[in-house]
């Protein structure tokens, strides 16, 4: 097929092409070349001379013989062009106006231009100037010198051999060929000069020339030049032996070397070529200018069934091997291609197998730019084709669980400008996509998230193979922050992508859930650390890691002494070797976890504790690395703890992020795709063949929920509203499953709206663990809620978190008031016990004090508090303060304490009157005996025995009216039996005042009284007339020297007191001096008056006993002012 | 037993006056015996006798009195003591059973002992120049 191939012959042809040139410029004729669509292809210079002697205008390759014609010019030679190019020569006369008296008239002979296959390929138009006399060009006056020029300067040499090929002679221009001169190779043989390889071939080609009369024989052959070089040359000969002119073989020959080597280059490309062309699955097909097949390779050979309606073969037209209705295209087609133009086109074979092709058509430039051909590769397209389809699929399906999803993609630049934003992003914000093209990304996200972004995406940005992943807060459509998961990737390098690929999700549920548990947390920890937990950590070998405050609380162990010890030191020698063999055996065996006790345990002072243990095995978990002993009395508390913690357990892997499946069906094409994924939620089998057996799938569905599901998937197959629900499934082993399904009619693409599509979700871990989560929070609450105590969570700032409804009972405030407030609203910042608490939570240690704590009116509260720091998982610190409301227990211990000095006093009163009344009554006795002393026994009659005898009766009389005074005082003071009845003070006045009347007259004083406030009293009589009979005579008694006493009484209510005063203008006391003593037993201020200092403690006395009081103001020399206290009704 | 020329006498009670008076002057203690019958009496006694010839030796002073009783007697004979030459030493002479009263009879640098009721010669006796 190597000859069918057009071949590039640049060496050869560009030589060529330099004649040509060279050639046009100097030649005298007048010609023009045009190609079949008149298109300037050639012209000489004394064409052109002539053109624009009559047009004014210059010829140019390239254009179009219109187009330097003018119109007139045009239509006159139109008709003779047209019969050229059917083929026919053609020769016309023309005669042009004369110019300056000069007259021209010229023949003109067109001529058709014909290929190798006798087709017109153009039109070679010629001008001969018909009235010119001036010969053509050139000075030669003979053709000899003619002849002479052209052999002298000809690269041809030209010689005469006889029938041996010895040389006879040699033409001079044999020196352009070989550098020899003619003289030194005549009478050689030709065959010496040949080169040796190639003499065979000339020996054979010279015996032909000898046998063959009339015709030159070629051939090409390589000989020695003077240089002693081989140069290719070719030889035309012809045997002229027999003409008697000549009697020789005349031989023309000419240097072929570069041509030659051109061939050689040309050979071994042509090989290299076909080797490609024929090798590849490419097909190649050549078309002439007339569309005709030229060239084709192996690969367009076997594609012909697809191509062609007959087997391919040269020479063909295209048209003859396409199909009719495809001619027309065809032709529209080729049009283009002549226009320049590279057209490709895709044409698909139905079939068993089916094949889709790619065509190009490209067109083939010659040198001039002229188009000779038409060039088509065709490439089997189908697989491409497939997986192009594929891909669309799939991107389909991506657009299609992407627009479900609640993950939305973003694409931002290096300055988080976002480039690309998925449809479901409007799930996940609310915002419609377009909104957000151009916009900076970190314009919604939260300020305080800000900081954080910038340099989470910063990062990301700068290296290339880095993710990152944060939560943060974005604003949505409604202006809410809400909690997504943002996840950055560096895919600048990414063709597709060329930027910061960002997925999102709306993870507020979890941020929820997650609040909650930390929340749970704390108040789990708060409660268990105040309780009398502890948690202690082991190694292998039993030796304490670490041990919990509460090791000291429980045990009074500082536990950081034991660290490094065996933790079984502590425990009873009796119960020793049991916990051990069991630990033994934990560690041995499988088991993640173990019960141990109750066994005993040696506190501080060596008293026993019992102590139950949950042993836990975490030495596989690198956080922990030990086994952990929880250990505690044994209370309730222990069941409560071990739920807590599987709980915990339970909702850490209920936060696993569900994988999604995805189902869709096509109805009209009957094609269905379903992921692994979906199979896999609903426990079926791949071969379980959903889209043939929908029904499977709603047999799955537990009964309760089938006909919802049933009618919500017909619904949304026709279109008529999508649904996104929630669904049990039935395993086969009647294991429930609770799925998220959302499904609907496929609006993404143009096609028909007929593809079903079902995303699934298996929300049973997180269903479980809401519930769970529920539970334990139920769990929680109750205790948080329901706990006598108050319960405060703050932050280290104060800001309080959490309160439950005991603190808020106790302080007067609403619960969303108390996480409103800051500690500090609560608290006397000044107060010392305040100072120390906030102090002690700096240091993390608890702390437990007396403070007040400020409620909602304004007042405080006497609170006993119990602070601990506690760390969540994020390692955010918080308090825990329990608060118990102590006011009634300070309002007991300050009964207790009143109640304790009254009995202090009582006592102390008691101890008082005890020697108050021994020293009265020692007084006379003592005075007895010493009289007895001095008593002369010797001599009764001595004259002093009478005055001691006197003074013996006075002394006894003394000690008898003690006696007296002191059982009236006792009678009081026993306060049994009083009656009491209701008085009135005037009345009582009225019966008092009859006792004193004498000795009022007789130092002319005046009583005033005034009842009118207050008269009513329900009192003892006896004690009512004492305190008044006792108050008006010391009134009287004391009275001033300088004037009459005057007393005046009046009654008065205050408060829930009746108060009574006395008021006189006496001698008044100095109360500094005695106010002390004032109504002590036997105290006396005046001397020279009557009184035994037993008076005002009567009344003090009488008026205690009835719950009353007794005040006094004097001034001395002014007068007194008692005030007596009665408790009303 | 020690002879004093004069003994104050800082009593209300006329029976222990005269008690006192008789058992000082029978055993040859005092030879002139001066009574006071409350606190303020005294202290202005003491103001007004002649140091040299008159100033009491030894006083004997109850507590339970009228007016000044023995503890105001003290506090004020506190602030005139320096006026004397021969500077009297003090007896508290009491029945007082209370504890608090000896502890206070201490506190009190110008009291030199506390005797309870009834004063007796054994007691005298002891009391030396």
Redesign the interface.
Known sequence: MNNTLIAPKHVARETREEFFEAYLADTTDGFMILDTSLRIIHFSSKYDRYHHLHTGKHLKRDKLLQEVLPVQGMAEILPFLQKAFEGERVKFAIEYPPIEGTIYKYEIRYSPLLDSEDVVIGVKMQVFDLLSQAPPTGNFRTSEDLFKTLILNSTDAFQLTDIDFELQYISETVINVLGYSASELVGSNGLDHVHPDDRDQVREWFKKIRLEEKISLAAEYRIKNKAGNYIWIENVSRNMLHNPNVKAIVMNFRNIQAKKIADFALIQAEQRLSLLLNNTEESFIILNSRLRIVAYNRAAQEHTPYFFKQEIQSNLSIFDMIEVSEVENMIGLFEKVFAGEEVSKETEFAGKKPHIFNHIFRPLFNDQRDIFGVFITSTDITKRKFAEQQVKESETRFKTINRESFDAILIADEHVNVQYVSPSFTNVLGFPTQELIGRRGLDYIHPEDTPLAIKKFSDVAKNPVHEQSIDIRMRNAAGEYIWVEAKAKNMFDNQYVKGILISLRDISGRKKAEEIISLSELRFKGLVQSGSDMISIVDKDCLLQYSSPTFQTVLGIDASSKYGQNIFSIVHADDLQEVKSKFDQFITSAEKQVHIGPYRCCDDDGTFHWIESTITNFTSDPSINGIVFNSRDITERKKLTEDLAANTERLKSAQKIAKLGYFEHDAISGTSFCSDQFYEILGLRKDDNIHLNFEIVESIIHPDDRERFKKEVALATIGVKEFNEEYRIVGENGAEKVVLAMGGINKLGAGPVNKFSLTLQDITESKKAMLELQTMEGRFSSLFENSIDGVIISTPRGQIISANPAICKILGYTQNEMVHLNASALLDLKSASVIEMINAQKKAGPFIAEISIRHKNGCFIPAEITSINMTDAKGNVYHSTIIRDITEKKKIEIEQQSLTQELLKNNQDLQ?FS?IT??NL??PV??L???L??YNKQNHADEFNGVLID?FE??TL?LNQTLNDLIDVLVIKSNTNIEKQTLHFSDIFIEVKKNIDNLLSEQKGVIETDFTAADNIVYNKIHLESIFLNLISNAIRYRSPERNPVIKISAHKKDNWVVVNFEDNGLGIDLK?YGDRMFGL?Q????S?EGK?LGLYMVKSQIIAMGGKIEVDSEPGKGSTFKVYFKEN | MANFKNVLLVEDDPITIMVCDRIMKMHGFAEAVKSCENGKIAIDYLKSINPADEEPEIIFLDINMPVMNGWDFLEEYDTIKNNYLKSPRIFILSSTVDPEDYKKAKSFSTVEDFISKPLTKDFLDKIEL
Not at chain 1, 1084 to 1087: A, C, E, P, Q
Request: net charge positive; glycine share 4%; no cysteine.
């Open positions: 008082q020697f021994s020293h020692r007084a003592a005075n005996i010493s009289l002393s001095l003074k006075e002394a003394q001096r036997y006396r201020f005046h001397t008056k200092g």
